[in-house]
């Protein structure tokens, strides 16, 4: 299960720490682990994987089959609309997916502590969209259909080459921050008695216009795009999108997840690297799995992007307890 | 030498990462609120059905159903500059009216929120707002003309159903030349009954539009008032007992 009470607690910004308990087998693996002579060319040969994961040469599969699912979805919205195909009607917000009711589970929460009242078709579908993802995986929405993901991860590249000149730092927030966020803005919309997140979230935006054309509020998510290539890296996704945690949360239960398998893992730590969230991936740390399979925590958006980065296949796709996905 | 703990770097580079958090925090949290500031937004017209303009800011999540379903696409969503109302569905009128092509205000039903209230079923219990006429010294009949050609001209983008061509299927007002010896669009186009007649003016050779208890608002005589700018508007939200 992707949910545990120290993944939920990471997840809200707790900083990862070293597990009390750890069982004897995975002891014995740290152990024959540290007892390993580490030759050069070891060294070598992990310093080229930590490289090539920096610059992206590594399979692309998962990254490809998440993209192919990703813009046929919001294509799918957009020409619904366009050449009136009517099966995706609405946006990434709320829509007619088929006739069923959806609606994104943190927007629809600002609309009723706004107004103070829930209309039935709104109520079914945010509990739609709740079972949906409880079944897919929570954060899976992130990287598997959200249009600003997409984005943000074009223009990552752009800063992780910048990092890689020196000609930008990235500079961390508090993860915390995003915890405070989801309060902050659900109690200003009950005061407000005004949605005020729905407004700015660049999902939003970007949905509305990659479907009904394009809007100065763009403008916004430019800023936001400029302000991660910059200064601070996916900056919205890790320390800002209450619509993010919220499927986090969503995600807990969910039995799609990443599985960290001990045995064969060399520790270099290109998944850390890849990864948008590094601090789910905390147990791939030398002597710091506390088992030797290790579900990965719930803030994980199952991009796969460590999957595909893995020489030795140590992190995999798993539907908890009943197989591999490769 | 004497060193404090807050001074070494994992500690200097803790507080900092704490200011740029708080930084970020008030950063984020000060747009988003910079986003109601424009109250001064111009007021707009609504869809059909449309609750209270607090209510209905505050119920729309902003999905842009009634966008896709209305089949003449009268509505827009608002942009960043009409401040609190981002992304809230409008209507303009003069640009595109909201003809009821679709008979049974898919607009109402498509809104998954309420913001578009269910309890509207048909064009004429809508209340979006009254016609109005603004400028009577302008128009065409108030001077006894006629009207001859395109309403709006041959670059007038907006559509119209009208039942003697296509009782189902709107099509461009350019498309259908009018020919009134007496300009009466406003009335001969309104798709509610009994909203606007023309009548005599008193004292003079010409007649002038007046509106009745049944107008809806929807807009239509506003969008194919051929004088320009247009005689005819929608005073949004306004009803009888407020006029």
Known sequence: ?326 | MFTSKKSTPRHQESRRRFLRTMALFFGVIGTSLATIFPAFAKSRLRPPGAIEEGEFLASCIKCGQCVQVCPVQAIDLADIDEGMGIGVPYIDARSQACDFSCDAVQCILACPTGSLSPTVSKKEDVRMGLARVARLEACLAYHGQGFKGQARGPHFQGLLRYAEIDRWKPIPVKDYPEDRELCDLCVCRCPIEKAISLRPVEGGKGMKPVIHEACVGCGVCEMICPVEPTVIVIDERKTWETA
Not at chain 1, 53 to 79: C, D, E, M, P, V
């Open chain 1, 1 to 326: 299960m992707k949910g545990n009470f120290e993944a939920l607690a990471v997840m809200f910004g707790k900083e990862p720490i070293k597990p009390k308990r750890i069982t004897e087998q995975a002891i014995k693996i740290h152990k024959d682990k540290r007892e390993l002579a580490i030759t050069p060319e070891t060294i070598a040969k992990i310093k080229q994987e930590l490289k090539n994961a920096r610059q992206g040469n590594y399979s692309k599969k998962w990254r490809n089959r998440r993209w192919t699912a990703l813009i046929s979805i919001n294509l799918l919205f957009t020409l619904s609309f366009w050449i009136d195909i009517q099966l995706f009607e609405g946006s990434m917000i709320a829509s007619r997916v088929l006739g069923f009711h959806m609606a994104d589970v943190y927007s629809a929460l600002q609309v009723v502590l706004a107004y103070k009242i829930m209309f039935i078709n709104l109520a079914i579908g945010t509990i739609t969209v709740f079972f949906i993802w409880i079944f897919l995986g929570g954060r899976a929405f992130c990287s598997w259909v959200c249009p600003y993901h997409l984005f943000a991860e074009w223009t990552e590249r752009i800063h992780i080459k910048l990092v890689e000149k020196k000609w930008v730092k990235d500079h961390p927030f508090h993860r915390g921050v995003r915890t405070i966020f989801w309060i902050v803005f659900s109690i200003l919309a009950f005061i407000l008695g005004y949605a005020l997140f729905n407004s700015i979230n660049p999902v939003g935006i970007v949905s509305r216009a990659l479907i009904y054309g394009p809007s100065l509020a763009i403008l916004w998510v430019v800023m936001l795009l400029l302000f991660e290539i910059f200064y601070s890296r996916r900056a919205w996704c890790r320390y800002v999108c209450p619509m993010g945690l919220t499927y986090g949360i969503t995600g807990a239960l969910s039995p799609l997840q990443v599985t960290y398998h001990l045995p064969d893992c060399q520790h270099e730590g290109a998944c850390r690297v890849v990864c948008e969230v590094p601090h789910v991936l905390e147990c791939v740390k030398k002597s710091r799995a506390k088992e030797v399979t290790v579900d990965i925590g719930t803030d994980c958006t199952l991009c796969g992007a460590c999957v595909d980065v893995c020489p030795t296949s140590s992190l995999r796709f798993e539907i908890k307890g009943l197989s591999y996905l490769t």
